[in-house]
């Protein structure tokens, strides 16, 4: 509970009458204040104010249901531009969004090395390059990383592959952009991502986004927010949801962590392993072992490929019946790079989460592959921003 | 969001006020306006108006910090009554409580009979007795039932116990007593009733209470609110989360499920299985094999019951574990009847979840046994009626 003013009135009413209109193709003064509750007056003052922002357009007139047509407003989604990250393992991408979550310019750089001086720089190579060729005002930039990060300071806590340690990732971007700065955990931006542009949205308030790449991680959204937890952490189910009592050692420390057995770096460490006894790939040639080459020998049939990906798949569709058991939550997302294995995959996912959860909650569930393809932590990092009202009416 | 109008802000700057006073021994308008950053003008406003609903009463005066000696405010406890239920196992209680969650009455009657109707009199009984003492005026009456429920209308969907389906639990009782009336899981109230009376809150947001008696659920308090899931099963770890791959069968139909191994319904059976066996329970006579004995036997040391006692610990550390390592929720609050096995008990739990849990979490964490005795459901339904101010202020 928090003291209310006038002044928290009129940009709640601002922020609802803007909400309603982006949330829609197109709509009229009329539909908004049926759907707000509030007067014609009121709607017809704050759209003024939209429209001299450059925030939203009249777009023409739409259909009469008796009486005059009304005319049609719609939000100018490339008033405004975000930048938004995702500094992913092996390959560093970054994006100009614009207020819709369309990607308007992107670039991406691989990392060659991984000490933290050098992160910082591809990181910035990337922004510059984006600022430069960015032609609307900039709302903000936001960032997806790997890791544990404490959104709230801009902290970096410990992020393993950039050897970063309480870095101020946060500080080190706004002092050099001059604006504002999210950094969050990649996951949970993947997870906000998905809940924003994926098509569920506003309809559904709880989601679980699991992004199962070279490492795991999770994003809750719980009642339309992402949920951090006391320290940052939440969704972290790669190290912590134990699947193998006397498992694989895990790079966490401890052993059997479903990371050991339900990530590309695992399969990829198993598929490397039966090559070195051996075994071709089905479809490949001698030479590094890559993710691609995972794929293109799963999809050919390979006999001894198959068991270690659907073995994977198993387990994470056990950590999924635990966690959607738990939450009760009924929508799951998948992204990241293990969803390349398709529908065999997502199959025996569904299979092993559904017999290890109670009946009654099966029907309900519905776990499926993510609909922005590798983009989802990149509009999740810009999502946080583009929904702050006070950055984008400044 | 929502429209914002006038009469909200004087609503919520009159809630604000009241839940400043309500939370502090005593306090001053001087105070309540530097913390609420109101005027003093409108905070006397509002204070009259409270002292008016015999809500808050002036108490003497404090301390001058220069000038003249602040008159002290205090919520008047007892200017409110609520009714809460606890519709246990084999055991129904119920209490008066007042606005700070002290017992002013209390009553419990023995279930001998599982119908669903039979359920329903010993309900009705408790209440109408309850009704009959009390001399205040009456905010509502809260339920916590085990099962399924759907605390929005009030239906107790499942409670396989009092053979409950579909049940309109809340609506019978609102038209027999005309009072609002809040039903929700019992692991759900125990939650509240241990959150906001157990001496964590306002300080702690998050929050995981395990009931840990006959059955195993959990209540998952998030930035100070329940989490009930999509369906409002959110916290059933007794059924979902499983704990040995080819384990017992279960009530649920599944099989090796929490509750048959850490329960209290599952020590039981395990104890008299060795008593049938031709053991004697340590301090025990021959005959029935209560709860009681148990912690009779265990307390003596009984070198059979040990293992077993020490066995649904390991297990329930491990739950504690994943839950804790999936949500980053620090605090957990154990309550129900197994914490009756006392310290050997608990230290089991804390190292069986310290070692399953990522290293740097563990410094962290903090899990005991709740301080609320065994009335922590029936205050939690309570406080969520105490907590709506729609109700209390009519």
Chains 1, 2 share one sequence.
């Not at 309480?166 to 991502?193: E, T």
């Not at 952490?233 to 498992?247: C, D, K, L, S």
Request: net charge neutral; proline share 3%; with cysteine.
């Amino acid at each position: 509970l928090e003291k209310a003013t006038l002044q928290q009135i009129k940009e709640q009413n601002r922020n609802l009458v803007f909400k309603i209109i982006r949330e829609r193709l197109n709509t009229s003064r009329a539909e908004v204040a049926r759907i707000s509750h509030l007067t014609r007056t009121t709607v017809s003052d704050i759209v003024s104010g939209l429209i001299c922002e450059g925030l939203v357009s009249e777009v023409g007139t739409g259909l009469s249901i008796g009486g005059k047509s009304p005319i049609l407003l719609s939000l100018n989604a490339d008033a405004r531009h975000l930048i938004g990250l995702d500094l992913a393992y092996t390959r560093f991408s970054g994006a100009i969004v614009n207020l819709r979550g369309q990607i308007r310019e992107m670039v991406s750089r691989p990392l060659y090395s991984y000490d933290s001086d050098n992160g910082l720089q591809v990181a910035y190579e990337i922004i510059d390059h984006l600022m430069q060729v960015s032609n609307r005002p900039l709302v903000g930039i936001g960032i997806g990383t790997p890791g544990l990060v404490s959104t709230k300071d801009g902290i970096v806590i410990n992020a393993v592959n950039m050897e970063w340690r309480n870095f101020p990732l946060g500080k080190l971007l706004q002092d050099r952009y001059q604006l504002p700065v999210y950094v969050l955990n990649d996951c949970q931006a993947s997870a906000i991502g998905e809940y924003t542009y994926g098509d569920n949205y506003p309809a559904v308030r709880n989601m679980i986004v699991i992004r199962v790449g070279h490492g795991i991680g999770a994003g809750i959204i719980m009642d339309g927010q992402i949920f951090q937890g006391d320290g940052g952490y939440a969704g972290e189910i790669g190290h912590v949801v134990r699947v193998q009592e006397n498992g694989l050692p895990c790079r966490c420390g401890n052993a059997g962590c479903l990371e050991t057995v339900a990530s590309s770096g695992a399969v990829l460490q198993r598929a490397r392993q039966l090559v070195r006894c051996g075994h071709t790939l089905w479809g490949s040639e001698p030479g590094e072992v890559t993710f691609e080459t995972l794929e293109k020998a799963f999809q050919a049939g390979d006999p001894l490929l198959r068991p270690i990906i659907l073995e994977a798949a198993h387990y994470m569709g056990m950590a999924i019946a635990n966690l959607v058991g738990a939450l009760n939550i009924n929508k799951v997302i998948l992204t990241g790079s293990m969803t390349g294995f398709g529908k065999p995959w997502l199959d025996v996912i569904l299979e092993t989460a559904n017999r290890n959860m109670l009946p009654r909650l099966t029907q309900e569930i519905s776990i499926e592959v993510g609909r922005l393809k590798d983009n989802e932590a990149i509009l999740g990092a810009t999502a946080l921003l583009a929904n702050n009202y006070s950055f984008l009416f400044k």
